[in-house]
C-alpha cells in the first residue's frame, strides 16, 4: 500500500475536487480509501465523500479488496468505463464509419456505410444521428448514457470551434456549425477534428500509447500527418499542424497542385497521384490491388511514391525527432512497398542521433484509427475534471 500511494504521489496532479480525484482512478487500478487520502493530503473523511459522489455518478465502483496488514481487508474502488458511452465518427469523402464505444474506447457497436461527403452538412449529419441512434439501441444503451461524440472530418477544422475551415473536398461545409448541429440531436457535447488528428490519436491510444513522440503519416486520396509530441496530440496555432502535403518535393518544380503552388507532395505521392500516374487505375484501392496482384510497375510506383514522402519526413524527423513513423492509409495496404521507400530516403538523409532508435512501421489499427481517435477524443472531454465536476454535482 505504501508503494502505491508512493507512485500515485509522483504522479498526482493537485487534486481540488471530486473530478481531480477521479483522475487518479483514471487508470483502472483498483486504490483503497488511505491510498486516495496518502497522495491528496486530504482527511479520510473528505475522500470518502467524494468517492461515494463518483459511484453514485457510476464512474467508479468497487473493485474488491486489499491485502491486510491485520483487521479488515480494506475495500478498493476502480473506474467504471461502462458507466456511459460515446460515439466516434469518421467521415470520409464517400464513406462514413461509426463506433459506439465505453469510457475506455472498447467498440460495443459498430457501422460503415456509404456515404457523399458533397451531400453537404445537413443530410451528412442526418445520417450520422440516425446511424448512432441505431447503434445506441443495438447496444442497449440510451441516448442519456451518450456523453459525448467525436467526429473526425476530411478537412481543416478549427479545433476550437469545430468548425471546417475551407475545406477543399467538402463544398458547402465551409464554417459549417458541426458541433452545434450534432449537439441538438445527440443533446451531448461534440468535438472535431480533421481526420488524419484523430487517426494519430486512435493509432496512439491504441497501439503505442508508451510511445510519447510518434508522427502519424496518412497516404489515401492526399496526404496529412498527425502529431503526438510529449504524449499529447499537437495541433498548431489554426489547427492546421501537420499538413505536410503541402510541402514541396526537393527538385520538383514540372507539378502544379490543387492548392496552387508547384511540387506539392500530395500532387506527387499521394494515392491519387499514383492512380493518375498508372494506366488502368483511377482510385488508390486501384494501386492496391495491382500491387497486391504482384504488378511490377505499380509495385515501383508505390516505391518510389515512398521514397518522395521520405523526402519531406526527412526534414520533419530533423524537427520534431519522433522516435516512431506510423504510415496508414489505404496506400499502407500496398504492404511494405511504400514503407521501405519512406525507410530508405528517410534513414539516409536524417542525421544519425535522430534515426538511431526511429521506428517507421505501418499501422496496426487499419480502418478503426479514426473512429477509435474520435472516441478518445470524446472520453478526454467527457472524463475531464471539470466535466466530472458537473457530472457529480
Not at 499542424?241 to 496552387?260: F, K, N, S, Y
Amino acid at each position: 500500500m505504501v508503494e502505491v500511494a508512493r507512485e500515485l504521489m509522483q504522479q498526482a496532479p493537485k487534486v481540488s475536487g471530486a473530478g481531480d480525484m477521479f483522475q487518479l482512478l483514471r487508470d483502472g487500478r483498483p486504490r483503497t480509501r488511505a491510498d486516495l487520502a496518502a497522495v491528496t493530503g486530504q482527511a479520510r473523511s473528505t475522500v470518502a465523500a467524494r468517492i461515494d459522489l463518483l459511484m453514485a455518478a457510476g464512474l467508479i465502483a468497487p473493485a474488491g479488496e486489499a491485502s491486510s496488514t491485520g483487521g479488515r481487508p480494506p475495500a478498493t474502488f476502480a473506474f467504471a468505463p461502462s458507466a456511459r458511452v460515446v460515439l466516434g465518427v469518421d467521415l470520409g469523402a464517400t464513406h462514413a464509419r461509426l463506433a459506439l464505444t465505453d469510457l475506455a474506447s472498447t467498440v460495443l457497436a459498430q457501422r460503415d456505410l456509404p456515404l457523399l461527403i458533397t451531400d453537404g452538412p445537413e443530410p451528412v449529419l442526418d445520417q450520422v444521428a440516425l446511424t448512432g441512434f441505431e447503434l445506441l439501441a443495438e447496444a442497449g444503451r440510451s441516448p442519456g448514457e451518450l456523453a459525448g461524440v467525436g467526429v473526425g472530418l476530411p478537412g481543416p477544422v478549427e479545433h476550437a470551434t469545430g468548425k471546417p475551415n475551407n475545406p477543399p473536398i467538402m463544398p458547402g461545409w465551409d464554417d459549417a456549425d458541426v458541433p452545434a448541429i450534432l449537439g441538438a440531436r445527440f443533446n451531448a457535447p461534440v468535438l472535431v477534428d480533421n481526420d488524419v488528428n484523430i487517426m494519430a490519436l486512435g493509432e496512439h491510444r491504441a497501439a503505442w500509447p508508451d510511445v510519447a513522440d510518434l508522427l502519424f503519416v496518412k497516404v489515401a486520396t492526399g496526404i496529412g500527418a498527425g502529431i503526438i509530441a510529449d504524449g499529447a496530440l499537437r495541433r498548431g496555432a489554426q489547427g492546421s499542424a501537420g499538413d505536410i502535403g503541402h510541402v514541396a518535393v526537393p527538385g520538383v518544380t514540372d507539378i502544379v497542385c490543387r492548392c496552387g503552388n508547384i511540387g506539392c507532395l500530395e500532387a506527387i505521392a499521394s494515392g491519387l497521384a499514383v492512380a493518375n500516374a498508372l494506366q488502368g487505375t483511377t482510385t488508390p484501392a486501384d494501386v492496391v490491388a495491382l500491387v497486391r496482384a504482384g504488378d511490377v510497375v505499380a509495385s515501383q510506383a508505390v516505391r518510389q511514391a515512398g521514397r518522395d514522402i521520405g523526402a519531406v519526413l526527412a526534414t520533419s524527423v530533423s524537427l520534431l525527432n519522433p522516435s516512431m513513423i506510423v504510415i496508414g492509409g489505404i496506400l499502407a495496404d500496398a504492404g511494405e512497398h511504400i514503407v521501405a521507400g519512406i525507410r530508405e530516403v528517410v534513414y539516409q538523409r536524417s542525421l544519425p542521433l535522430a534515426t538511431q532508435h526511429l521506428r517507421i512501421v505501418t499501422a496496426r489499427t487499419g480502418a478503426r484509427a479514426g473512429v477509435l481517435g474520435a472516441s478518445a477524443m470524446a472520453v478526454d472531454q467527457a472524463l475531464s475534471s471539470e466535466a466530472v465536476d458537473r457530472l457529480v454535482a
